[in-house]
Each structure stands twice: as structure tokens, then as C-alpha cells.
């Protein structure tokens, strides 16, 4: 937690004024009891008119003052506190969009969303409270114990046993209370994964009428956490009565003696009352410093989090330096390809297995090469390595003649077009969703990209054309539909290297066709990479690569293919035996 405090650094004034304001408050307030004496003691025990107006006016200055002080204090530090976590959110959602899929995936979105949403709401009502309470509890509990050896040296140590069974009472609850509320943040971490997921696949829920399976699966872990909750809340409940019950026990020992020293001369009316004042300030202090406390636990926990995320190293590599002409007399590299593999290697994570193994093959500009293989053969590593989405192991990648490494991951990036084998669309109007791959488009680029497409024609249907708001993922468009408006957000940036993971698996073969007869006349003939298990897609290639358990198997045209990679005839026999078999149906 301490540091993200190196980010308050923009807000010093503000952490600095809210405790002074907070402080000049509680000065004030420890003045009014001394106000009291006079009042009690010369006032109306004299009857003396004078003293007790200018007390009352001096009560009712003292706290306009201390109530400014408090409102001036609420607003540097509600300042303070706002823009620090709203400094933090900027950082974090900036570091979450540089994590690799592996870091994403590992970490789990429920959780990155649970730490940028609950835990920097927890942290930033923790700032104000701490900003306000941290030094003012302390000052006044201190405060009114010099300030009670000041009007009586027995009464202070009175005091001193109150406030030190206060603390004990205090630091007994805190140290149970602390860590259950520490496994009360990490619980809901899953309550988020678990409604995320089911939100998610509610249609998958319906279909397999699991339903109820999963309303008791939710029911059990919401129960899991509010017992866990519930005995946490229980530790800390105790907190307010104990300090109210050791309060009313002193309180009625201090009336107690207190009488009799009024009795004997040695204690007048005005100082007693002024003394239970100050135990009633005290008491009032120990509360809300022990409910800071609890407060200042949970931000605690809540700001480990973000830090973890935070401190975590991004695994894609991202050079620094910008692009550069180089040369590399190590390696024998062919300068008119868009993108060689030589001896490329990548394991996941802690994986001991690699996922790719010695890839080799070079692809010249402005080909259309199809990429096949059995289901986890490594198709989608093999491209998303390319785009730089994850961190080869070892070997070198080309892109145009250079290495990988040679560019920033913007300037990588900047020459593709991607579109996944899951659409992402987002709830925004067509044309919004197609100027995420070009920002300055305008509606004629819009239309072209969308005829490219093959996308034009149901766009047009919508009522409002272009302008038609989608729906969360899109979910009022067919797979089919959300497909190709994915591919034409990759051709409205005319990218040099276009990759098509799997992303033509909800069209019907002659729309898939045609698509296909498009994509290979481009005008701005891009490089296109083209992810299928459809061996019936791969007419159009100009060279297919046949992927097997991480292995590139196979590399040239269908026709030499099928002479000489066993993998490919195997999945051309197999798909030919069941398009005949659906014929014959």
C-alpha cells in the first residue's frame, strides 16, 4: 500500500492541508471544555451574567471555526483522495491493456475487474478517512489527557487507565478482525468470477436446463461469504459496546470520587464536568479510530492488490528504442519477404511442453496463406506470436526483413490487421465499431470496408444503416453478421499482414467464397494469414502451412500437400467423407 503513495506526490497540498484544517478543529474542540469551568464555576455559580455570555459567544465562535475547519478539511481531503485514485485507475487500466493473454488469462478477468472497480473504491474511501482521522483521533485522545493533567494531576492518571484499556480492547479486536477481512476481498474476487461466468453463459445455462445446479452452486458460495462476513462483523461488533461499557464504568467511578472531592473542596463543579467532557471526547475519538482502523485494514489489502498488479513485469516484450533500418550479417534473411520463421520456439508460461516447436517458413508480400491442423496444433500461437501477443521462447521472426524485436509493439501492431477466432464487438454504432481500426475514417471508407466485406448488404437492412447501435457484444447480430463486421474493422486500416484466425466459421461456403475471391483482389494487397480447419477454404491459398501438435508438418500448395503430408490428407479424406455424407442425407 505505501508504495502507491508515491502517486499522492501531485497531491501534497492537499494531503497536507486536510489533516491541518482536521487538527485546528480538534484545537478548538479541546478548548470548549476549559469554556465550561468559567461558565459553571464563575458564571452561574457567581451568578455572574458577563462570564456567562462571553463564554456561551466564545463556545458558539469556537465551534463556527471548528466547523469550517471540518468543511475545509472534508474538501481537501475528498480532493485529495479523488484525484490520487483516479491517478491510480489511469496507470492501472494502462498497465492491464499492456499484460500479455497468457497474464490476462492467468490472472483472470473477475479479478482485474474486482481490483479496478471494488478495490479502488475501497482505497479511495480509506485515503479521505485516513486523511481526516489519522492524526486528528490521536490529537484529541492526547490533547484531552494534557489537557485533564492540566485541571487535575489524579484525574490524569484516571485517564490514563481508561485509555489504556480502550487500546487493549481496541487492538484485540483488530488483530482477529484484520486478517478475516483480508479473506472477505479474496472471496469476492470469486463471487465476481462466478456472476461474470454465469452472466456470460446464461444461454448455455437455459439450454442444458442447469439452472438450478447453478443457483445452488452461487447460493453456497454466497453463504461461504456471508458467514465469513458475518464472523468478521461479529469480531469487530464488539468494538463499539466494549468502549461504550468501559466509558459508562469510568465515567461513573470519575461522578463517584468526583462528589466526594466536591464535597471535601479539592474539586470544583465546573472541573468535573469539564472532565466528562474530555472522557466523552475521548471515548468518541477510540471509536472512530477503531473503525479507522478496520477501514485502513481494507484499504490496506485492497492497495496489495492493485500493487500486484501494479509491480507485475508485462511479459510481451516492448523494446523502447523506434524503428530503425538495420542489417544482420548472422543470418541469411530473404528481403522480400513480409514474414519469415527461423528455429522459433514458444513455451506457455510454466508449461513444460513446447507449444511451438522449430518453426521455419518464409511468406512473401502480399500472398494469401492458409494455416490448418487439428484442433490444439498450435494455428492460433503460431499467428498471435507473429502480432506479438505473446513472447517467443527462442528463434528469430522477420517482419519485412527485419527482426520483431526491432519495432515498439505500436509499430508492430500498426501493420496488421487481426481479426480473432471470438468477435469482440463492442456497444457502440456500426461506424464507431469500424473506427476502432481507423479513427479518422470517414462513411465512404466505412461502406467500402463493409462491401469488402461482405457486410454491406444486411448493414443496409438496419433502420439505421451504419448509425445502428449494437448491442453488448453484438448480440443482435448472427455469428455470420458479427464476423464480417469483424473483418471489415481489419480492412477499413488496410493493413500490409492480415490474419483471419478461424473467423469465417459461421458463414455458409458461398458467402465464404466470395469473401475469400475479395480478400485476394484487394487493392492495397495485403499479406493475408488464414487460420481454418475447412480444408475447402485453402482453394484460394497460395501456400498452405499444416500445423500438428506444435510442429509445422506440411508446407506448399493443396496439391502438393496432399501428395505429401499424410496430417493433410487425413483431414482432407476425413472432411470429403462428411461433406458426401451430408450430401446423401
Given at each position: ?11 501534497k497540498k492537499?494531503a ?12 478548538f ?7 465550561l ?5 464563575v ?5 455572574n ?5 462571553l ?10 471555526i ?6 475545509t ?16 485507475r489511469?496507470?492501472l487500466f ?5 499484460f500479455?493473454?497468457?497474464?490476462i488469462?492467468r ?9 479496478m ?9 480509506g485515503?479521505n ?10 490529537f484529541?485522545?492526547?490533547?484531552s489527557?494534557v489537557?485533564?493533567f492540566i ?14 484499556l ?6 484485540m479486536?483488530l488483530?482477529v ?11 469476492l ?9 454465469n452472466?456470460?453463459?446464461i ?11 447453478e443457483?445452488e452452486n ?6 461461504a ?7 468478521a462483523?461479529t469480531?469487530a461488533s ?13 465515567m ?5 470520587t468526583g462528589a ?36 485502513i485494514?481494507?484499504?490496506a489489502v ?5 500493487q ?10 516492448q523494446p ?9 550479417g548472422?543470418?541469411?534473411i ?9 528455429h ?17 517458413f518464409s511468406v512473401?508480400k502480399g500472398?494469401?496463406?492458409g494455416?490448418?491442423?487439428?484442433t ?6 503460431l ?6 501477443f ?10 519485412d526483413?527485419?527482426?520483431q524485436?526491432?519495432?515498439s ?7 496488421f490487421?487481426i ?10 454504432s456500426i ?6 481500426g ?10 467500402l470496408?463493409?462491401?469488402q466485406?461482405?457486410?454491406?448488404s ?5 433502420m ?8 453488448q457484444?453484438?448480440?443482435?447480430l448472427s ?7 469483424a473483418?471489415?474493422?481489419a ?10 484466425d478461424?473467423?469465417t466459421?459461421a ?9 475469400w475471391n ?5 487493392p492495397f494487397?495485403p ?5 481454418s480447419?475447412?480444408?475447402q ?14 510442429e ?20 482432407y479424406?476425413s472432411?470429403k ?7 446423401a442425407?
Open positions: 500500500m505505501f508504495s502507491l503513495l508515491r502517486y499522492m506526490k501531485e497531491y492537499e497536507i492541508l486536510a489533516p491541518v484544517f482536521k487538527m485546528l478543529e480538534a484545537f474542540e479541546l478548548l470548549i471544555p476549559f469554556l469551568i468559567q461558565l459553571f464555576d458564571g452561574i455559580g457567581e451568578q451574567q458577563r462570564v456567562i455570555w463564554q456561551i459567544i466564545l463556545m458558539l465562535i469556537f465551534a463556527l471548528g466547523l469550517i475547519s471540518s468543511i478539511a472534508q474538501f481537501y481531503a475528498a480532493k485529495a483522495a479523488v484525484s490520487f485514485t483516479a491517478k491510480i489511469e496507470i494502462d498497465k492491464l491493456l499492456h500479455s493473454w497468457f497474464q488469462d490472472m483472470g478477468t473477475s479479478t482485474l475487474i474486482n481490483r472497480s471494488q478495490d479502488m473504491n475501497q482505497i479511495q474511501s485515503v478517512m485516513i486523511l481526516r482521522l489519522f492524526l486528528r483521533s490521536p484529541v485522545v492526547f490533547g489527557l489537557m485533564v485541571l487535575d494531576r489524579k484525574a490524569g492518571f484516571f485517564f490514563v487507565a481508561l485509555i489504556i480502550l487500546g487493549i480492547l481496541v487492538f479486536v488483530v478482525t484484520l486478517p478475516l477481512y483480508g479473506e472477505v476481498q479474496n472471496r474476487d470469486h463471487m465476481v468470477l462466478l456472476l461474470k461466468e452472466l456470460s453463459g444461454r448455455f445455462i437455459r439450454s442444458f436446463v442447469v439452472k438450478r445446479q443457483i452461487y447460493d453456497a458460495k454466497a453463504d461469504l456471508y458467514r465469513l462476513q458475518k464472523r462483523a469480531f464488539f468494538l463499539n459496546p466494549g468502549t461504550i461499557l468501559i466509558l459508562n464504568v469510568f461513573v467511578l470519575l461522578l463517584y466526594f472531592r466536591i464535597g471535601e473542596g479539592t474539586l470544583s463543579k465546573g472541573v468535573l464536568i469539564a472532565l466528562l467532557n474530555y472522557m466523552a471526547q475521548i471515548l468518541g475519538e477510540f471509536v472512530k479510530f477503531a473503525n479507522l482502523m478496520l477501514i485494514n481494507k484499504t485492497s492497495g496489495r492488490r492493485v500486484e498488479l501494479l509491480s507485475s513485469e508485462v511479459e510481451v516484450e523502447d528504442h523506434v524503428f530503425v533500418q538495420s542489417e544482420d548472422t543470418k541469411q530473404d528481403k522480400t519477404a513480409a514474414v519469415e520463421y527461423q522459433v520456439n514458444l513455451i506457455y508460461g510454466s508449461n513444460k511442453e513446447p507449444s511451438l516447436k522449430d518453426i521455419n512473401k500472398q494469401f496463406i494455416i490448418t491442423g487439428p490444439g496444433s498450435g494455428k492460433s500461437s499467428l498471435y506470436l507473429l502480432a506479438g505473446y513472447t517467443k521462447t527462442s528463434g528469430e521472426i522477420y517482419v526483413g527485419q527482426k524485436s526491432a519495432y509493439l505500436n509499430q508492430l501492431r500498426a501493420k490487421g481479426v480473432l477466432q471470438k468477435t469482440v464487438l463492442f456497444q457502440r461506424l464507431d465499431n469500424l473506427k476502432m481507423k479513427p479518422e475514417c470517414n462513411t465512404e471508407e466505412a461502406l470496408a463493409l462491401e466485406a461482405e457486410a454491406l444486411f448493414v443496409k437492412e438496419k439505421d444503416g451504419i448509425q445502428e447501435l449494437l448491442y457484444g453484438g448480440n443482435n455469428g455470420g453478421q458479427k464476423q464480417r463486421l473483418i471489415a474493422r480492412l477499413i486500416k488496410k493493413p500490409e499482414i492480415l490474419i483471419l478461424d473467423c466459421s458463414l455458409d461456403y458461398q458467402t465464404e467464397k466470395r469473401l475479395t480478400l485476394k483482389h484487394l494487397q499479406t493475408i494469414f488464414m487460420v480447419q475447412r480444408i477454404s485453402m482453394d484460394q491459398a497460395d501456400l498452405i502451412l499444416v500445423m500438428d501438435q506444435g509445422l508438418v506440411g508446407y506448399g500448395t493443396s496439391t502438393e500437400l496432399l501428395e505429401t503430408c499424410k496430417v493433410y490428407q487425413e483431414l479424406q472432411q467423407e462428411s461433406q458426401v455424407n451430408h450430401e442425407i
